[in-house]
């Protein structure tokens, strides 16, 4: 079983629309979550951390359930520059490693 | 702002061959990362180094090897390349956790090397 799980996707929603997305986590032990977001061809950035009670970045909002061990990344009025892959990514705790998803798409179109 | 550097942004090696990957950043980082991302797959961590001169494997080390004789430098080996080690490579680095708190694990990428083996 893999560390992190994402759907995939893609994702396509015109502009304006809200998309919302998921991934798990098999290790309870994890302690950091985060998002990164690689455009195409381009290295990976990170967005933003997840903490536990949830937070917002503007339009982007990440969700944390350890119970159920799985993170969220929602989306608001989507920009035509919000296409791009976006990874999610686990770390254990006092751990340099990452463990990374194979990301979501998400592809906005006017 | 943090800026890591790889040496080529696409090679092309036939099988046997030996590559070298460099990595440079500039941020005086003590962590340095290699990683190949294959579609489907994610980013599978390949080594990684704390220290000059100290390195540890990631998941999946067999048929690489790496090099750290400066801080700023973390080269990765390809003794002989296979086609199966065609793939994107990507360098990262960070801060340790002491020193960076709750940002302790952004990790600042490269541009990616693609490498071909024919």
């Known amino acids: 079983r893999k560390e992190v799980e994402q759907d995939p996707g893609p994702f396509n929603v015109p502009e304006g629309a809200t998309v919302a997305f998921n991934c798990t986590y098999s290790?309870?032990?994890?302690?950091?979550f985060f998002w990164y977001r690689q455009d195409c061809r381009k290295e990976p950035k990170l967005l933003m951390s997840?903490?536990?009670s949830g937070n917002e970045d503007g339009r982007f909002t990440a969700q944390l359930n350890r119970a159920s061990q799985y993170i969220s990344l929602l989306i608001r009025d989507s920009k035509l520059s919000d296409s791009a892959t976006y990874l999610c990514?686990?770390?254990?705790?006092?751990?340099?490693?990452?463990?990374f998803g194979a990301g979501t798409t998400v592809t906005v179109r006017a | 702002d943090v800026k890591v550097t790889q040496s080529s942004r696409y090679l092309v090696k036939r099988t046997g061959e030996k590559v070298f990957l460099e990595c440079v950043q500039d941020?005086?980082?003590?962590?340095m990362f290699w990683y190949r991302q294959d579609p489907g797959l994610g980013l599978r961590l390949i080594y990684f180094?704390?220290?000059?001169?100290?390195?540890e494997k990631g998941d999946i080390p067999e048929g690489y090897s790496v090099s750290r004789e400066k801080k700023e430098r973390f080269s990765l080996i390809l003794e002989s390349a296979s086609t199966n080690q065609t793939s994107m490579y990507l360098c990262?680095?960070?801060?340790?956790?002491?020193?960076?708190?709750?940002?302790?694990?952004?990790?600042?990428f490269g541009p990616g090397t693609r490498l071909t083996v024919t």
């Open positions: 990514v686990v770390n254990l705790f006092n751990d340099y490693k990452l463990s």
């Open positions: 180094s704390y220290d000059v001169k100290m390195k």
């Open positions: 290790n309870s032990a994890s302690q950091s």
């Open positions: 941020m005086d980082h003590e962590n």
């Open positions: 997840v903490y536990s």
């Open positions: 990262a680095s960070t801060l340790p956790r002491a020193l960076a708190g709750v940002r302790g694990y952004e990790q600042y």
